[in-house]
Nanobody, 123 residues
Framework: QVQLVESGGGLVQAGGSLRLSCAASGLRFRSYAMGWFRQAPGKEREFVAYTSRSGGSTYYADSVKGRFTIARDNAKNTVALQMNSLKPEDTAVYYC????????????????WGQGTQVTVSS
């Protein structure tokens, strides 16, 4: 049974930082590209970042480029999202996801999803 479990969410002031982590089990982790998505109330789920199977390639949404960093550890089956200079508009539930594609920003190209972790940024 595949499980993706996110942690590290919380409440932070604007300009602060948070580090999200996702622990994967039940799948051959290094065979999957890993992504982070987010969903704010009343909005569709949107792409944040992904990393390739090896971690050698990463890609970010324009809205987070330069502030967020995605990194994976294939020895520990984890993927992290370091979020700096947070803004109120970053408030959302953040999800990690696994994709057999080489790397994608499309929700429909991800095979497995975690339950999400809430990030709230106060102004």
């Amino acid at each position: 049974q595949v499980q993706l479990v996110e942690s590290g969410g919380g409440l932070v002031q604007a300009g602060g930082s948070l580090r999200l982590s996702c622990a994967a089990s039940g799948l051959r982790f290094r065979s999957y590209a890993m992504g982070w998505f987010r969903q704010a109330p009343g909005k569709e789920r949107e792409f944040v970042a992904y990393t390739s199977r090896s971690g050698g390639s990463t890609y970010y949404a324009d809205s987070v480029k330069g502030r967020f960093t995605i990194a994976r550890d294939n020895a520990k089956n984890t993927v992290a999202l370091q979020m700096n200079s947070l803004k109120p508009e970053d408030t959302a539930v953040y999800y990690c996801a696994a994709s057999l594609y080489a790397g994608s920003h499309k929700v429909e190209e991800y095979d497995y999803w975690g339950q999400g972790t809430q990030v709230t940024v106060s102004s």
